[in-house]
Each structure stands twice: as C-alpha cells, then as structure tokens.
C-alpha cells in the first residue's frame, strides 16, 4: 500500500484533449478525509478546477469519471461509479451514477478517477490498461451506436475490457446524452454523455490487472461479511422479487399504490400496466443471454436486478439488452403506451443512441398532450397518448434532430415549451431544467419533496426515499423521522427529516461506490434493522441483527476513523458543496419547487384520487429542510456558519469572494445578490448559449442504429 490510506488507488487519471496529454495525478489526501471520494470527491474538483464562467459544452469544462474508496472491494455492491460536470440540459451541477464492472476495472489498473477536459481535433477514445494509457484514433466508431461501439473495443482490447461509451445522440448536440457502461447500464441524467462528446471524445476503456489494499483486513473483512448477512436476511430480499423482476417491479406496485405517472402525469394509474410490467416483461421477453459475462448484476452483488430480454419475432425482433423501471414508464405509461415490445423497443434505441431514457420519454409524452391540447404543430406525426408508432419514430427524430419536433426536443422539454408558447409550459414537468422520474410526487411526499430540492434538478436518486412505501410500523418512522406519519406516503409527518437523512446516505454510497438499494429499497444500512426488530411484533434475539455499517466498512478499508455521525456529516458536507457549485451556475431559490401541475391539479383517479402536494405544506416543509441544510431562507444561499461547521471555511471564502455567501449576521443580503436575484448570477453561460454550443460537434450525419 503506497498511498497514505487503503482502499484507494492513490491517483486519478487527467487527460487534457486539447493537448492530447493525459496525466497521473496524486489524490489530495484531505478530500479523502472529507468528501470521501466518487460524488463527493468529484464535485470537490470541480469546485477548484472549473472556473464558474466556462459553460458545459466550452472546451474548458471537466468530466470527472470516479468510483469511490469501496469500489472493487469484496462488501456487496461495490461497483458503482460517479459521472460529474456541468450538465448541458440544465446548466447546473450534473451527476450520474452507474454500475457494471467498469468501476472496480478502473481501480485495479491503479486509478480513482479519470477527469477529461479540453477539445481534441478529432474522435478519440482514452484506452487504459494498467500503467499504459493511450488516446487512441475513433474516426471509425463515431456516428455508431453505443452497442456497436462497445462491441467494437471488446474486439479490440479483448473481452475482459470494459468500456463506457456515448452514442450518435450526444454527437449530435442532444442535451441528454448518456454515458452508456458495458453495454447495459446508464449514467443518463443531466447529459454528460454531450459533454464528453464535445469533448470528441467516444469512449474510456480499461483494463486492469492490479489489486486494491485495505488498511485492516480482517476488520473489512467483518464489516463486509457483517453487510452481506445483513442483505441476505432481509424480508424483501429474500422474496427473490427484485431480482427476478429487476426495478421494472415497481411498474405494478406503483399503479397499486396509486403513483405511477400515467399520459404525461395528468393521472397516476394505468390501466394498462399489467401489459407492462416486469412480470410481463420476464414471461414474454426475459433471456439468461447477457451481453458480457457475468452481466446480469453490477460488480459483488448479490441481487443481480439487471433484466435481459429478447424479441424473437414480429415488429421489433432483434431488439435486445436490459431494461429499468424508468425507461419502462417513460415511453409506457408517461405516453400510455400499454405495447411492451414497442416499449422495450423505444428504451433500446435510446440506450443505443446514447440518450437518457427518462428526458426523452417525457418530452414524447410531453407533445402528446400538446398535441392532446391542440397546441403543437404535430408535422403529420399522430401523437396521441398511446400510439406506440408514433413514440418510437420521436425517438429517432429527437436523437437525430430531424424536423422542428426533433430539434425542440432533442433540447429537452423545458426549451422546447419556450419556442413552443403557448400556454405550454403549464403540461411541463420539469424541475430546474430535468424532466421528474416515475413516480408522482402528489401521490408520495417525501419522492415529490425531494425532487424539488434535489441538487440535479427532478429526481429521486439525490435520496430514493422507497421508506414511505413499504408500510413499516409507525414506531420506526417515529423514533427515526420524529413523526408516525413518515411511514405513510401521503402524509406530510417527518417527511423532511426522511428526507434529509436518505439524501445523506445517498450522498455518502455514491461518494463511496456502493450501491443505494442496499439502503433504500432494503433498508439493510444502520439502524434501519435494529429499529424494524425492536417494533416488530415477533422479534429476534437483538444480537443476530445484523446491518450494513458503511462507517465500518470505511474505516477498515481505508484507515479513516469514522463514525456513523461523521459519515452522515460527510453526506451534508457533499450536499452543501453541491449547493455551492449550483448558485455560481446560477441556481435560484425560486427553482426549489414543483411545477404548478402537482402544486395545482388534484389526481383525477386511481387509489390515489384527490391527492395534490399541498401548497403551504410545501413551503413549511422548505423551511424547515433549509433551516437543517443550513441555508439562507431569504436567499437560498448558504450560511457561513454552517460551511464552517462542516470544516469547508475554504469554500465559504470562495462563495464570500463571488457575493454568494449568506453570514449569520446578516442572513438576507444587503445589495439583494443572493440566488434569488438577477444580481447573484455568475458570468455562466445561458441556456440559449448552450443550446448554439451544442450544434456546434454535431459532425456526423444523421444515422439510425
Ligand atoms: S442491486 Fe442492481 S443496480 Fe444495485 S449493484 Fe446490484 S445489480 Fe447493480
């Protein structure tokens, strides 16, 4: 072990494609201690590296690609990986997170992270294979899918390569291009897919023969075993469901409970959901056939969710890969398409494409209801909810930019209603510029809250919070969350503190490079499990309780002392810094809310009938998440005293300096530069400014994989 601390490799990759040189760079040790690594780490970088003025699709813009100091290592689920930068869609903190191999390859060829900048003159891909690193000519893969550009490495640089790649889509300037991993899974959100596509560059392969050391081997080697045991023990994962299923498993457990986003989120129950559920999913299509070996789960897990299928015949035969829940609602119920093969179908070209599935979905389902409204000029497409020909030919036009629907919506929905009019941004569902994932937030509180605070714009996995749904005995919410009402999802009881705390951990795995299920779908982290024995109405001997302690597993693995307390620091600490990136992006307090429709239009149906996210509630429930995270209610911007408190006085000077900075003595500023003022907006470049960038690399010509 070379590095002060195990667990990590010691140094990050830094390629600068303007000048065609990539660097081995040491790690600062005190981020380690810190921001810990993967989400926190790279938001950390982008913080001192990046200046606030260079916009995301500018050469100057960095991509960071890291997984954390557990990535690799034996716990379950270590083989999530990060994806940062400045999104293009939305002009603010951009973030993804996937799985596969990809991330643990990275660490054993000696790496903690890649960071790219700059602009090669022409395609490239960055080959890593050990010590020897090399960016090498991709003139041939450029304008190919994302399938045939990883197959094409693999033939390359052999089968045990693993390769995140970007498609056509991102080439062509679409703001939501991915980061598609081994195939099979995305780093969708926000569009860093684009940014590295500016960038010319097509692809990170690696490959890696090393290993990764620990600091106390036998005492990761307890917390790890202690963690799988945990996982194994769990009621919900031991019904095999998740895994047979894969997340497609909510598709009907969400229509039961009333919060499945149906025809553009004017309802939350679809009639046809059966049609397209998971179960459907595995009779009709499932498949042992995935496309690397030992491709049916990410790195070390023992509930391999990932779902292959096959078409054998008909329309779409030949469409194959693995789907997720979200894909699955975007272009199914979002669109009220209830034909499974035309779904699958649709998620597969976005996904070979090189697009975020959820950003697509929704602009499709978006202009069907224009269309619904008489309000879009449909260019002889019928788009009308349900007409599965019509979605699948969007999705071709929106990643090639064909036609004025094409070109609108490969901007996202958000741009598309400002040139539209009309009237249409009241059907948006948008939050800060990013279509809201598959859940309803009027039908589920603490999801709906948490989109809008979340610091990427709509979305549930800045905290996941599935504890709302699962119906766990009162007591737990209560001595957890302060409120009985946290374990009911239409309430608003506790539901901040949920909050607060699923955001914390989410921010905590992401930064350590596990992965969220373990904590958010099985509740297996500390104490979730001690409190679910203690209420439990036959309960075990206490001390066969067994939980994931991720304090433990860190300390072991790195030599790090850490608490369970501290860790849960740590996540505020990288939820404050990403704060602190998104108001020099520009960020307003204003953005922190929901788009009128939830705030507006009651449910009209389903088991949820009636529900809306209270208006006044909403904003108590603001307050009171800005008072923990220790922000400006006046402003929005954070409090001196707080970054202090979580040993970022660096960052509290940098925002000082910028005007960005609320001090507890005076909290609303006094020249009224805070986020929600014209006056605190950084030199960063507009939206109108990125959607000109983003044509700017769309070298090739339109092609439809
Ligand atoms: S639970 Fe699913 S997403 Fe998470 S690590 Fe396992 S296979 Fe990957």
Redesign the pocket.
């Known amino acids: 072990m070379t590095f002060k601390y195990g667990g990590y490799a010691g140094s990050l990759l830094f390629a600068d494609l303007t000048k065609g040189t990539v660097k081995k760079i040491p790690l600062e040790k005190e981020w380690c201690t810190l921001y810990l690594g993967g989400r926190g780490r790279d938001a950390r970088l982008l913080f001192e590296k990046q200046d606030p003025s260079v916009g995301p699709l500018d050469p100057e813009a960095h991509v960071c690609i890291s997984p954390g100091p557990l990535t690799g290592l034996l716990g379950p689920?270590t083989?999530?990986v990060n994806v940062a930068g400045r999104s293009p869609l939305t002009t603010i903190y951009g973030n993804s997170n996937a799985?596969t191999n990809w991330g643990p390859e990275l660490k054993f060829a000696g790496y903690d992270g890649v960071v790219v900048t700059g602009r090669s003159q022409k395609p490239v891909y960055l080959h890593i294979h050990d010590s020897d690193v090399q960016l090498l000519d991709a003139g041939r893969l450029w304008g190919e899918g994302v399938f045939e550009t990883t197959a094409r490495i693999l033939e390359e640089h052999g089968p045990e390569t693993k390769v995140a790649a970007v498609g056509p889509a991102a080439e062509h300037g679409v703001l939501f291009g991915s980061v598609i991993f081994d195939f099979w899974d995305a780093a969708a959100r926000t569009g860093l897919g684009t940014v590295l596509a500016s960038k010319n560059l097509k692809a990170v392969s690696v490959r890696g023969t090393g290993a990764i050391s620990v600091a106390d081997p036998d005492g990761y080697y307890e917390a790890a075993r202690e963690g799988w045991q945990a996982i194994l023990d769990d009621a919900g994962f031991r019904t095999g469901e998740h895994s047979a299923l894969g997340t497609s498993i909510c598709v009907n457990w969400g229509n039961a409970q009333g919060w499945l986003p149906t025809r553009n989120f004017k309802e939350s129950h679809f009639e046809g959901a059966d049609k397209i559920s998971g179960e459907e999913f595995r009779d009709l299509y499932s498949t042992k056939e995935a496309p690397i070996p030992a491709g049916r789960?990410?790195f070390s897990?023992p509930?391999?969710?990932?779902r292959f299928g096959r078409i054998d015949e008909g329309k779409y035969a030949g469409t194959k890969g693995n789907i997720e829940f979200e894909g699955v609602s975007a272009f199914g119920s979002k669109c009220g398409v209830d034909d499974l093969a035309a779904v699958f179908h649709a998620y597969m070209l976005a996904n070979d494409y090189g697009m975020d599935c959820i950003s697509c979905g929704n602009t499709i389902a978006f202009y069907m209801e224009l269309a619904e409204k008489k309000l879009l000029d449909t260019e002889g497409l019928e788009l009308r909810f349900g007409n599965a020909d019509a979605m699948v030919e969007m999705v071709h036009r929106i990643a090639n930019r064909e036609g004025r629907l094409g070109e609108l919506g490969s901007q996202g929905s958000e741009r598309a209603a400002k040139a539209i009019g009309k009237g249409s941004e009241a059907f948006l569902n948008t939050i800060k510029g990013m279509e809201t994932i598959a859940c309803d937030p009027r039908a589920s509180k603490a999801f709906g809250f948490g989109y809008a605070v979340s610091s990427r714009g709509s979305d549930h996995l800045r905290a996941h919070p599935v504890f709302e749904m699962l119906k766990l005995s009162e007591g737990v919410g209560e001595e957890l969350f302060g409120s009985k009402e946290a374990v009911d999802l239409r309430k608003y009881g506790g539901k901040v503190r949920l909050l607060v705390w699923h955001e914390n951990i989410a921010a905590v795995t992401d930064s350590l490079g596990s992965?969220r299920?373990m904590h958010a779908s099985y509740y297996a982290e500390y104490p979730v499990p001690e409190l679910v024995n203690k209420y439990a109405k036959r309960k075990k001997d206490p001390a066969k309780v067994r939980s994931i302690k991720y304090h433990r597993w860190f300390e072991a693995a790195t030599g790090i002392p850490m608490t369970y307390e501290k860790l849960l620091e740590a996540g505020d600490r990288v939820i404050n810094l990403e704060r602190a990136l998104n108001i020099q992006w520009g960020l307003k307090k204003e953005q922190d809310t929901l788009p009128p429709r939830f705030l507006k239009e009651p449910i009209p149906r389903g088991p949820a009938k009636g529900e809306l996210f209270d208006p006044e509630k909403f904003q108590d429930m603001l307050k009171e998440y800005y008072a923990i995270r220790g922000w400006d209610w006046e402003s929005g911007l954070p409090l001196e005293e707080h970054l202090r408190q979580l040993d970022m006085a660096d960052v509290a000077a940098c925002l000082g300096k910028r005007g960005l900075l609320a001090t507890s003595r005076t909290p609303r500023s006094e020249d009224g530069a805070g986020v929600g003022s014209e006056k605190s907006s950084p030199p960063a470049s507009s939206l109108d400014d990125c959607e000109e960038r983003a044509g700017r690399n769309g070298g090739t010509p339109a092609r439809r994989p």
């Open positions: 689920t083989g999530r799985g789960a990410c897990c509930n391999r969710c990932k992965c299920f």
